[in-house]
């Protein structure tokens, strides 16, 4: 399928979802690193979903009160010679019409002077306030002079909506398209993990890990990291968003590896496995990683139309909180346990995030009180874990936990698509079982 002719359809079904009301999405800016230095541009999902446009700065409008030829349009940052020779290629207004089949393209410049007259006839306007400053600022001034003229009686917008209702929604069901390409992201992460797996020696740091993994992304023809890679050694793993990918790997310890590589059009993998650094579990260690890869293949047999993603936390915790209990570090029964909570200082996150275009991706798991019934073609992380250490106090009435256990910390992540059929593990090649793990 020609690229452009996705973006058309999501396009298509987003202006269908809009009704009466005009949308105003706006591309990512670029974000200073330091001084002069920017970070590497990152598309915002919502924009690049749309368009596949990859400049920042740009600006599109959805119009569905505008007749044929005037629904889609784009503000771009113009071509520009010496730009281009410091910052790289442009589109231009040419460009977004030719190439990225915008209705009417326009220089980014012009956007404040034309932005009334193209909302004007919308009942509402859809724009998310708090993320686009600049653009904000243009568009509340564009949406007063226009609420001026509703007191001359004219039809102009007179609510402002967020597009989390009409957009993530879309986003939330994949395509086949967007199948293909988290497959393509699952496996280069799966690859890397395999390869940091292999590489991993006592004495090493865990940066080293880091470059391997990393590396791997970029050598299978990926963006890069998806996320901050949590390479983390012994009691590291316990930290859930560590970061600092800074030390020793020592032999009887298990390292966490928590990483997912991003394609080139933002497509990501999120992984995480635990494997004992010098290749041979503890008893401890292993007593541990039993329960938690039970859990999570307990909880991703739940990853099915009709489920949800409270069934599956559900499923993954009651495994957790029974394997907990026979070693002797949880103490009651498994409901009255989960519902006063006693469990959390062993397992304080949820077990799993829907997965696209974000890490954490768009869409809602309840409505009101309902959790939101899984279909066909969502995608969803598994990622129970287990982690032991002196930073979270244990609950009154609960077991002391005793030395040989402390600083133990293992998650299990897998990235899974919800079919008609049994549940599609995406990331199935990167190894898992007890034996797997050990060399
Ligand atoms: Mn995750």
Known sequence: MNNQQIYQDRRDRFLQELGPSAAIIPAAQLVTHHADCEYPFRQNSDFWYLTGFDEPQAIALFLPHRPLGEKYILFVLQKETSAEIWNGFRWGVKGAVDNFHADIAHPLEDFSKRLGDYLYGAENIVFRIGKHPKVESIVLEVWSELLERSSRGESVPLALTAPSAFLHKLRL?????????????????????????????????????????????????????????????????????????????????????????????????????????????????????????????????????????????????????????????????????????????????????WLGLDVHDVGAYRLGEYPIPLESGMVLTVEPGIYISDLTPVPEGQPSIDERWKNIGIRIEDDVLVTSDLPDVLTSTALKSIDDMEQ
């Open 173 to 353: 069901r994949k395509d086949s398209w967007e199948i293909q390409r988290l497959r393509e992201a699952a496996l280069i992460s799966s690859n890397a993990h395999e390869l940091a797996r292999q590489e991993t020696r006592p004495g090493m740091n865990e940066r080293q890990i880091q470059a391997v993994i990393e590396r791997s992304f970029l050598d299978q023809g990926g963006r890069g990291p998806a996320y901050g890679s949590i390479v983390a050694g012994g009691k590291n793993a316990c930290i859930l968003h560590y970061t600092a990918n800074n030390a020793l790997l020592k032999d009887r310890e298990l390292l966490l590896i928590d990483a997912g590589c991003s394609t080139t059009d933002y497509y990501n993998g999120d992984i995480t496995r635990t494997f004992p650094i010098g290749g041979k579990f503890t008893s401890e260690q292993r007593a541990i990683y039993e329960i938690v890869l039970a859990a999570q293949n307990a909880a991703i047999k739940y990853a099915l139309p009709g489920q949800n993603a409270e069934e599956i936390h559900l499923q993954a915790l009651r495994v957790l909180v029974e394997g907990l209990i026979e070693i002797g570090l949880l103490k009651g029964s498994i409901d009255s346990l989960i519902e006063q909570g006693l469990y959390r200082h062993l397992y304080m996150h949820r077990t799993g995030h």
